[in-house]
T-cell receptor
Framework: GAVVSQHPSRVICKSGTSVKIECRSLDFQATTMFWYRQFPKQSLMLMATSNEGSKATYEQGVEKDKFLINHASLTLSTLTVTSAHPEDSSFYIC????????????FGPGTRLTVL | QQQVKQSPQSLIVQKGGISIINCAYENTAFDYFPWYQQFPGKGPALLIAIRPDVSEKKEGRFTISFNKSAKQFSLHIMDSQPGDSATYFCAATFGNRDDKIIFGKGTRLHILP
C-alpha cells in the first residue's frame, strides 16, 4: 500500500530557531501534498496544499513566511517552521495524494515539535 | 456549508458491543466520505470510505451506513475490541480533485476490556 514517511518523528528546539520537517511518499508519486497541524484532543487543521513544482496554497490565517513549504519533487515535500516560538509546538502531519487516485490521501506518522 | 458535524465527542463501549459514530454534512456536492482512525501520537489512517451512490459498505467489523436524503452517515464497529480504542474522524471531500478533506471534530472511543 501507499506509504508516507515523515522525518523527524520528534524534534525539540529553542525559541527563535528554524526547524525543517520532511514528508516523503515512499512507493508512489505524489502530485499533491498537504500539511496539517493538530493540537491535543483536536481535529486536523489544514495549513497548506502544495503541488510539485509550484508555490504552496496556504489556508486563511496561516503565515506563509513562517511556515515555508517546498515541494521540489514528486516524492518529497518539506515544511520549515521559521523563528519557532513555544506556541508553534504542535503535532504536524503531512499527507500525499497519488496522481491518479480519487482524492484519497495517505497520511504520514506525524512529527511532534516542541519549542522551548 | 463546508462543515462535517460529528457526534458523540467521546464514547465508551463494552468489549464485544457495537460502537456507533454519527456524522452529518450540508454540502450535497461532497461525493467521497472517508473515515480515519488515529492512535495517540500517530497519523490518521484510512479505515473505510464510501461514495454516495451506495447506502452501505462493510469491511470486516466496520460498516458505513449512508443516508443521502438525510445527509448523514455513520460508522458501526461490530464486536468492538480494546484494540479499537482510538480517535475516529469522519470526513468529506469532493473526490477527483485536489481539494481538501473536511474533517469532523473526532470521536474518542474507549473499549472496556
Amino acid at each position: 500500500g501507499a506509504v508516507v514517511s515523515q522525518h523527524p518523528s520528534r524534534v525539540i528546539c529553542k525559541s527563535g530557531t528554524s526547524v525543517k520537517i520532511e514528508c516523503r511518499s515512499l512507493d508512489f508519486q505524489a502530485t499533491t501534498m498537504f500539511w496539517y497541524r493538530q493540537f491535543p484532543k483536536q481535529s486536523l487543521m489544514l495549513m497548506a496544499t502544495s503541488n510539485e513544482g509550484s508555490k504552496a496554497t496556504y489556508e486563511q490565517g496561516v503565515e506563509k513566511d513562517k511556515f515555508l513549504i517546498n515541494h521540489a519533487s514528486l516524492t518529497l515535500s518539506t515544511l520549515t517552521v521559521t523563528s519557532a516560538h513555544p506556541e508553534d509546538s504542535s503535532f504536524y502531519i503531512c499527507s500525499a495524494r497519488e496522481w491518479d487516485s480519487y482524492n484519497e490521501q495517505f497520511f504520514g506518522p506525524g512529527t511532534r515539535l516542541t519549542v522551548l | 456549508q463546508q462543515q462535517v458535524k460529528q457526534s458523540p465527542q467521546s464514547l465508551i463501549v463494552q468489549k464485544g458491543g457495537i460502537s456507533i459514530i454519527n456524522c452529518a454534512y450540508e454540502n450535497t456536492a461532497f461525493d467521497y466520505f472517508p473515515w480515519y482512525q488515529q492512535f495517540p501520537g500517530k497519523g490518521p489512517a484510512l479505515l473505510i470510505a464510501i461514495r454516495p451512490d451506495v447506502s452501505e459498505k462493510k469491511e470486516g467489523r466496520f460498516t458505513i451506513s449512508f443516508n443521502k436524503s438525510a445527509k448523514q452517515f455513520s460508522l458501526h464497529i461490530m464486536d468492538s475490541q480494546p484494540g479499537d480504542s482510538a480517535t475516529y474522524f469522519c470526513a468529506a471531500t469532493f473526490g477527483n480533485r485536489d481539494d481538501k478533506i473536511i474533517f469532523g471534530k473526532g470521536t474518542r472511543l474507549h473499549i472496556l476490556p
